[in-house]
């Protein structure tokens, strides 16, 4: 089993990134897909969801309205859209993937927003 994230980096604000997730090893459609993220010195904290059935997404308050997730059950790929970004957004983000009882995490991938 494998979750690979990509597509961090550093961008001004107001800018934007597209990350990716590439998962292996499992049936990626049946699991549910989340992006996370990690501050220095706070707890991980949910991003965004999308569901393996009909692909129902939701949001955390803080991105709402900037942020898209999406899925690609075809390429075994989960993407989080990220505009108007802003320095709070600055954080390590992780790609999960959740079926009961199974639980996969990625490795992370950096977004620093600064100028």
């Known amino acids: 089993v494998q979750l690979v994230e990509s597509g961090g980096g550093l961008v001004q604000p107001g800018g934007s990134l597209r990350l990716s997730c590439v998962a292996s090893?499992?049936?990626?459609?049946?699991?549910?897909m989340s992006w996370y993220r990690q501050a220095p010195g706070k707890e991980r904290e949910l991003v965004a969801r999308?569901?393996?059935?009909?692909?129902?997404?939701s949001y955390a308050d803080s991105v709402k309205g900037r942020f898209t997730i999406s899925r690609d059950n075809a390429e075994n790929t989960a993407y989080l859209q990220m505009n108007s970004l802003k320095p709070e957004d600055t954080a390590v983000y992780y790609c999960?993937?959740?079926?009961?009882?199974?639980?996969?995490w990625g490795q992370g991938t950096q977004v620093t927003v600064s100028s």
């Open positions: 999308i569901s393996s059935a009909f692909g129902i997404s």
């Open positions: 090893g499992f049936t990626f459609a049946r699991y549910d």
């Open positions: 999960n993937a959740v079926r009961f009882p199974s639980n996969h």
